[in-house]
């Protein structure tokens, strides 16, 4: 079971369902703009990306984890609160360490940053580091992952970047 005694200071805020969504459209968004736009950008990404999560499954299968953070009782009764109830239906509370929103937000901020044309836009790089940390937040402020989970997650993509983007002479 991932907690420890930060975790329980962090309130449930179900604002945070926006950027928590708003993942899939990062990542997925981030994935048709490379693949159209900047085709190495997407090699490396993919590259990331299988590198990361293969790494992340095998973790998983070694050691299977979860958490016990979500509330029993919401404190507030609304449409987000609503959503957010049907979503841990489905989205189950195991295997969570190290979380994968927080490592998809970071190959989404890696290629943005990798390409040629939105690298020389500081604005739309600001927008990128700020919106993979709120989606990394998210998964704290939701309950849907232990803050171990997000301090996990930062090695496993420190090695994917190394694997993929570090390396001298890979890319421009």
Known sequence: VMHCAFDDAIPFCEWFLIPYLFWFVYLIGTLVYTFFFDVPAFKRMMRFIICTYTITMVIYLLFPTCQNLRPEVFPRNNALTRFISWFYTFDTNTNVCPSLHVIGSAAALFALR???RLRKRAWWQAASVLLALCISLS??????????DVLCALPVCA???RLCYGRPGRHG
Do not use: E
């Open 139 to 148: 998964t704290v402020f939701m309950k849907q992952h232990s803050i171990l």
């Open 159 to 161: 090695l994917g970047w």
């Open 114 to 116: 990798d390409g040629p």
